[in-house]
């Protein structure tokens, strides 16, 4: 999971296969789902002359943010010509070009490399029109494709069908790396790999799924890009618990506010959220986009938010126990921007209409604001009580809701002595 905040356009996040000599498949590939980046793409520069105009505060930031932007893409290597692929095309697909640049010369390439082999693997995972039979090894034996390159991608749209068509370059940059980034990048891969595979034709039914298939795509990876700073600095890494609770969170609050793009997925919808939930409240999950469910959808969506909720004190904890500060920052700001993200989703119909991101300056703003746990703590109690204050009382989870925001506000108060009288300092 490379993320570090949700930040612009300019930070983002048909082709054919053949294996050996094995039957060839084409498809299209719409967009990547999984929360794999440093950066992903929440923030859209500039904002709209309305909202600049009721927040002037933020367009500062977001200048500031879109220039910086502007900087890190002419900082692509370009001596040698498979790094300078890797890293013009982590800028065009991953986004997380600029959070990477952050980060320590010595593990800046294995970071790389990483977020490209897992964007190929996504789109392994990702396209509805693989037959199962050939997908689900082809998912568990990727792994192996990076080293001995068997793998061939042809055609394809748009920049993945660069990054799928020209992989040999990745390859030629895994093998330039110190064996150990080696061995972290293939073993991660092996294991997100064949957790993907458990769930090709496997519905989502219960929250255990839905909590093992959001370890599988995002807790894999962030282990695996903390694994690579431990290997590099030998520092040991957050408790396991922990990390596993930031990755549900992270992973669950994108599945949440990308409700409208999966539901609407041609050639067919990508189903992510649990029928343990849904099915309480609609025959079908589509049926959630009918004006005539909206008081279930939101009943739905609400419940959805809850959930989520469960894992903000752990991954608070956890947060605060990461040795590295620039570690520390770029999960930071994924952290605050989910939350509110998911403040904004929360009893808001636009989720299953229009589709809900948080302000392009507000985001802009947080990325500049985040740099110690007391700015973190300071953003989530602000955000928790706007939170609060959206619950309504014919909620049938208002309870649990709100014991959930008492116990985050009161992990807040105790790590910035944070008050319930100050006046926000960040919405």
């Known amino acids: 999971m490379f993320a570090a905040a949700s930040t612009t356009s300019a930070v983002q996040f048909q082709f054919q296969f053949r294996e050996g000599g094995g039957r060839q498949h084409s498809t299209t590939v719409r967009r990547k789902k999984h929360n794999h980046s440093l950066v992903s793409s929440s923030l859209k520069l500039p904002d709209s002359l309305p909202s600049i105009l009721r927040h002037p505060d933020e367009l500062y930031p977001m200048l500031r943010l879109k220039l910086a932007l502007k900087v890190s ?61 050939d997908k689900v090894p082809l998912l568990q034996t990727f792994h192996h494709h990076i080293r001995n390159g068997n793998l061939h991608f042809l055609n394809g749209t748009k920049d993945y069908q660069v990054l799928l068509e020209k992989f040999h370059n990745v390859t030629t940059a895994f093998l330039e790396l110190d064996c150990r980034f080696q061995e972290v990048i293939e073993d991660m891969v092996m294991r997100i790999g064949v957790g993907m595979a458990k769930f090709v034709g496997k519905e ?28 590099n600095s030998g520092k040991d890494l957050a408790p396991d618990k922990l990390l596993y609770s930031m990755c549900l969170f992270f992973q669950k609050a994108d599945f949440i506010k990308d409700f409208l793009d999966d539901i609407n997925e041609m050639p067919k919808p990508r189903i992510f959220w649990p029928r343990q939930i849904w099915g309480k409240y609609v025959d079908k999950l589509e049926d959630l986009k009918d004006e005539d469910n909206s008081a279930k959808a939101l009943l739905c969506l609400n419940e959805m938010v809850t959930n989520a909720l469960t894992h903000v004190e752990d991954s608070l904890k956890g947060l605060s126990t990461l040795p590295d500060p ?6 930071a700001i994924i952290l605050v921007i989910d939350f509110g993200t998911l403040v904004a989703c929360y009893n808001n119909i636009q989720v299953f209409q229009s589709g809900v991101r948080l302000r392009p300056g507000l985001a802009a703003k947080i990325f500049y604001k985040i740099r110690t746990m007391f700015d973190v703590c300071e953003a989530i109690h602000d955000f928790s009580f706007t939170l609060e204050s959206k ?26 002595g944070t008050s319930n009288q100050r006046k926000s300092y960040i919405i």
């Open 73 to 133: 893409e002419k900082q692509i290597p370009a001596e040698l010509p498979h790094w300078r692929f890797c890293y013009s095309e982590l800028n065009k697909i991953d986004g997380s070009l600029f959070a990477i640049q952050q980060f320590d010369k010595d593990i800046r390439d294995p970071l790389c490399v990483y977020a490209m082999v897992l964007r190929a693997l996504d789109t392994i995972e990702d396209d509805s029109t693989i037959p199962a039979e």
């Open 204 to 231: 989502v039914n219960t929250i255990d799924d839905y909590d093992e298939y959001c370890h599988y795509i995002t807790g894999l990876s962030m282990v695996g890009m903390l694994k690579i700073y431990s290997v």
């Open 326 to 331: 620039t570690i520390f920052r770029a999960i």
């Open 391 to 416: 619950i309504r009382d014919n909620n049938p989870n208002d309870k649990v809701t709100r014991n959930l925001i008492d116990t985050i506000k009161k992990f807040c108060n105790k790590n910035s």
